[in-house]
Each structure stands twice: as structure tokens, then as C-alpha cells.
């Protein structure tokens, strides 16, 4: 069934690519509530450097104080973006910098949803390239 027009919340590109700056912008504060406030209550982070999927606010959090230990600063490598009614789909490979490691390549997807008044990710996968 078609959404309502009313209810249907619709981004740009450059909105889309805007929440991948929002969250990186987050990372750099270093504070693991604030980047986990960017997901859903209900998200799912497969996350880049653990092999535990976490799907809880609480998860995501604890992922995020030992990955923000290591002061990573994140760019986009190359995207493709898809957006429709409620829901936008950023997917690509990015790059971090991080301390002792240098720069780390990975594969990433971000799925935001549109709810609550808000766009927030709803899943977000990231894997080291092969």
C-alpha cells in the first residue's frame, strides 16, 4: 500500500549525504551517547571492527566507546545514494583514520528511516574490505 503523501518524508542527495556528516561530526566529540543517539531504538550496527551485531541502544553505545577510543576521523571513498518515501540508503566504501592503525578501508551501508519527526539510522553495516 502507497504511503500517505502527508506522512511521506523524502531527502535530497545532499540531505542524505548531510547524515553521514551528522554522524562523523558525532564520532569527533568522542562521546558514545551522542553517536548512539543517531540510530533507532531498535537499530541493527554490524559493526566494522567487533563480530558482535548489536541491536540496542545500550550495544551500540558499547561498541562506540571502544572504536571513539581510537580517534577515528571518517570520509566517504565512493557512494551510491537511493532515498524514497520515510527511508534513504547510503552505501559505499569509507575510510578511517585511526590512532595506531593509520587508514582503515571498509564497505559501509547506512539505512535511515524517517520517524518520530526525526531521520535516524535504522541499520547500518560496516565491514573491513577484503
Not at 35 to 57: H, I
Request: charged content about 20%.
Amino acid at each position: 500500500m502507497a504511503a500517505d503523501a502527508a506522512s511521506c518524508h523524502s531527502l535530497s542527495d545532499h540531505q542524505v549525504a548531510a547524515l553521514f556528516d551528522r554522524w562523523n561530526a558525532a564520532l569527533a566529540t568522542g562521546d558514545p551517547a551522542q553517536v548512539s543517539a543517531l540510530y533507532q531504538a531498535d537499530a541493527l550496527l554490524l559493526p566494522t571492527l567487533s563480530d558482535q551485531a548489536r541491536t540496542s541502544t545500550a550495544g551500540i553505545e558499547d561498541y562506540f566507546k571502544g572504536f571513539l577510543s581510537q580517534h577515528p576521523n571518517g570520509r566517504i571513498d565512493q557512494r551510491v545514494i537511493q532515498s524514497d518515501c520515510n527511508v534513504a540508503i547510503d552505501a559505499g566504501n569509507y575510510s578511517f583514520e585511526l590512532d595506531g592503525q593509520g587508514w582503515v578501508k571498509a564497505r559501509y551501508t547506512f539505512v535511515y528511516a524517517y520517524r518520530d519527526g526525526e531521520w535516524r539510522i535504522e541499520h547500518h553495516h560496516s565491514s573491513l574490505l577484503p
